[in-house]
């Protein structure tokens, strides 16, 4: 039996009907038509399906729409306007941080949250921190590059997310 | 020859040797980009396959429940589709049927039975839970032995024993180099299996057009060209009624470079039914059902002078393919590949080589990155080593003394491969120079405070590239990828659009083909276009795989716009009115003195204004153009690795401190693609070496079916990989090209196992098989002190 | 990957969940954090008909600083134990354990109830409790019990739990000031599960020790003799023979490298102890 929930996503408020069963990632994606959401894995390990759930990251794919009633999402299509993420997508192109971009909207939303909490993280804290977010593309370097370079814009500029 | 280091900063020059950053990373970024998930087809169902949950089995039946009757459909439903043979050409070759949907029998754990459809995946694969298949069992062909076994039950029934092929390569005498050689050196190898795991998994959309009257398919593939025709070859029906569309594609690897029974079992089945399906293939199908990489077996004896000069090899290469065999590659692709460059970068004159390909009761063997480089580099690398240590020598100087020197170039190797260009020696040189070699040693002679043993490991390798159509008649394949194409256009306003019959999956090809246009146009790289992936869009291309889409395509692109530049400046010269020879291409522009005329000028006189054209001149911009190598045998790239381990003799553990790579793949388009790529590879082959694998149980079951149980590397898994350029122009290729995409694969498995050995030394113990898991690493330590103990 | 239909029940309380457990008979499951639960549904590993969901019961999610223990609510998160939003008692070591866990958006939802809940012997939080000697406080139709860390789990993914109970809350006592503790884990890959754990806790002002090796293929395993061993002194092989020998003799058929794997971890997990 559908459940209603009411959610902010991206900014607008929406209500809908959804199936206990229906993931997050899939209510973004099939009902909400935001496909910037990637499944990589549907059990919570690869994490290119991470997305902002009232304000830390989380996993889409394992987070239940259902449980969500009057959450606020924010994927990496509410981050278009936003300044901070503005600087690391310009990092990820500038250091090559991205390959085939299947996993790149969850590093970016996993590279913000971690600019956010630990803007002086060094190379091993950078990598400690990304290691939930799997990358079959890059071997990881021009992501730590791009993630070093735009924390470092973003404090110089006195900026953070 | 030059050592460039990757001009990344400050470089404005966007034509070959720059590194302009890329077209199509802003889709990506802004989470735009398009995969097949994402496309949605109007009153499109999803298709969950029903997939056999055991190894070996008769069907007897399959009871559908009453309320899903007409949503499951078998076999029969789509028996006009003909099944997929790859056969090879080789002599004794067995040929097997692969159906799009199994007929009576099922011949490993993910075999597909039927397709069910719902309006959700979800409700999908409640149907498909509800199904239930009544099995006659066989018995499960579980490993090499068992499918070798003198009675062992046979996986087709119509063959003579569990064998798709055997070939060899003889050259020389080995019977007599292994009587009179003063060292021979024994060494038996293994390699796990595992899966390729793009991030995307694999997926089809298939709807009819009605309008154009031709069937659509959306394929996560990296050859939509290719698949056209076999798909219509399959279903009978004309290439001109088919549409195949590579969307963005999540990576690929060689995993989406087959014809696979989805993508036939989708099209046949949304054909039949008149409706639109979609099928994204889950994780746990992609590492039960999709292609699978390695899982070789090596016996190996090399025949060596004093000096660790090694004058001949005798090689066993035994591959588990799996039970089917793929289109186009057959299931011998992997083994005969790996016997095929087994010499290396090696001057080895005398060589016997053995390839058996396997049939058992497991997903299909199919290209992986490296595909059998990584097991012949694995196997050669390692017995150099051993070679090395049985005559008291470092093996990096009995590397670099036995390998093929520059002066012998072109060199044809013992396995009839005709090595164009390089210096391999001196690329070993610099790899182990940049590891610091001697501080690596001397570090190993103090005790470590935290005990971990240091090692150090090196591989090299020779990698056969953007090979075309000599290589590929040679390996008697349905399909020969001699060329590609390119056609360049430009639009009335100014921008060049490049058709081309690769595919783009984060290669970057969308800004390194733009950058070849840029060399011979002088057009800034913003304003091309490149545009790939869709049958209906390029002209007919072979696709990305193989190493070969930048020399392929890039050749292409360089000559249709070779003919284009000419066209312009006859065009600019004409509406500058200067003469023809004294105009020159620059920034977009036609360029005259201080004078200059942009292109968007010259393409509204060539399309909307040929008043303007010079005499004679036709109206339009546009060329389409073939490429193919001027020798078709490959370009040959090389590379050494170097890596530092240290092993944790406690856990087991292993730790990189340090990577190098040196590699030469010719002249480099854009050295910051090219070093990614190389670190990608890496990170790869490093998964390979020490995280990744799928054992099967005696039931034939795979024992790793998601990411809790299997493993890729992370960002803390893959170190800061050091990466050296040597640039030897290949002088087969437009510009010197080489392919490497493939290259930073190929190594790692055989330079970490080195590391881990050498590490392990001083406890006389030693590693074989890849994964190199702390089990084994424990297993190795304690049998060796087991040794000691019995002593 | 998806999950069989089930029906959702969101409880307003503690008693309503373990009403609607009841309502279940079996096949009613209690969703956390989710961020195990969720991928056993998705896997559809997980046969049940009502997920209960009891993240909007508030009580839930807070901490509570007592005199002698702190009382953390099930829903407080690894995250918050990692950010140190909520009191500890345990001298840093639940905020270290905290920040090993998977990953941090896994950290972000992922509850200590919900981990206890299910037992995975490579899990990060049964270990830790059964070092720090915590306790579980469990909610039945019948009403509370508690019961401590060490006798709630039986095996690999067994408890103590009844089918309609749930664990409400977690209370660790607070430790000695004057104690160390040493943590040491080995897992494949950072954030992956353990494939051998230990926490030591010394306190060499009161002559005691404790020594905890976990991811042993059931109930972590509490290693008194070793413990005693070192603080008589002994160190070295002669401490990983006493280890290793006690190892064995809990029955659990470990392989011999896993037997090396878990010597090794346990003396690490002392040392680590002792040197602070």
Known sequence: MKVTISLTVNGAQIRRDVEPRTSLADFLREELRLTATHLGCEHGVCGACTVMVDGAPARACIALAVSLDGAEIRTVEGFAEDAAMGVIKEAFHQEHGLQCGFCTPGMLISARDLIARHPEADDVGIRRAMSGNLCRCTGYQGIVRSIKSAARQLSSQGKQP | ????????????????????????????????????????????SEAVFLRSPIAHGRIRSVEVPPEHQGKVFFAADIAFAKPIVAASAAPNFQRSDYPPLAVDKVRFVGDIVAICIAPTRAEAEDIAQACVIDFEELPPIWDIDVALAPDAPLIHDHWTNNLYVETRIETGDIEAARKSAPVTVRKSLRMGRHAGVSLECRGVVAHYDRRLDELVIYSSTQFPHVIRSILAECLGVSEGKLRVIAPDVGGGFGIKNNFNPEELAIAALSLKLGQPLRWIEDRREHLIASPHAREHRYELTAYADQSGRVLALDA???????????????????????????????????????????????????????VGRSGACFAIETLIDEVARSVGRDPIDVRIENMVRPESMPYRSATHKLYDSGDYPECARRTAEAIDVAAIRKRQTEVSPDGRLIGLGMASYTEQTAHGTAEWVARGLPVVFGYEPALARFTPDGKLVLFVGIQNHGQGLETTLAQVANQELAIPVADVIVRHGDSSVSPYGMGTFASRSMTMAGGAVSAACAQLAEKIRRIGAHLLQAPRDEVHLADGRVHFGTQSVAFKDVCQAAFLHPERLPEGEDPALEVNAVYQPGRSTGAFSYATHACVVAVDPGTGHTEILDYVVCHDCGTMVNPMIVEAQVVGGVAQGLGTALYEEIPYDENGQPLASTFLDYMIPGATEVPDVRVLHMETPSPHTRFGIKGMGEGGAIAPPAAVLNAVNDALRSLNAAVTETPVTPERILDAIASSAGQRVSA | MKPAPFSYHRATSVDDAVAALTQGAGMARILAGGQSLVPMLNLRLAPLDTVIDISRVDSLRQAHDDADSVRYGALVTHAAFEDRRVPDGSNGLMPFVAGQIAYRAVRNRGTIGGSLALADPAADWLTTLVALEGKLLIAGPEGRRAVAAADFVIGSYLTDLAE?????????????????????????????????????????????????????????????????????????????????????????????????????????????????
């Open chain 3, 164 to 276: 309609n109970e749930m664990i409400e809350a977690v209370v660790v006592p607070r430790r000695s000031a004057t104690e160390r503790w040493g943590h040491y884990k080995v897992a494949r890959k950072t954030g992956e599960y353990a494939e051998s754990m230990a926490i030591a806790l010394v306190d060499k002002a009161r002559n005691y020790a404790r020594l905890v090796v976990g991811a042993t293929d059931g109930a972590p395993l509490v290693l008194e003799q070793a413990a005693q061993a070192f603080l008589d002194g002994r160190t070295d092989d002669a401490l990983r023979v006493v280890i290793r020998d006690e190892l064995l003799a809990a029955g659990r058929e470990f392989s011999a490298a896993r037997l090396t794997m878990h010597t090794t971890v346990a003396m690490r997990g002392l040392k680590g102890a002792a040197a602070k």
């Open chain 2, 1 to 44: 020859m030059s050592a460039a280091s990757a001009p990344i900063d400050g470089d404005n020059r966007q034509g070959i040797g720059s590194s302009p950053r890329r077209n199509e990373d802003r889709r990506f970024l802004d989470g735009k980009g398009e995969y097949v998930a994402d496309i949605r087809v109007p009153g499109m």
């Open chain 2, 316 to 370: 066993v290469v035994v591959v588990d393919a799996g039970a089917y065999s793929v289109w186009p590659w057959t299931a011998s692709m992997e083994a005969g590949m790996s016997a095929g460059i087994m010499t290396g970068p090696y001057d080895i004159p005398i060589y016997r080589g053995v390839a058996r390909t396997v049939c058992t009761n497991k997903s299909p063997m199919g290209p992986y990155r490296g």
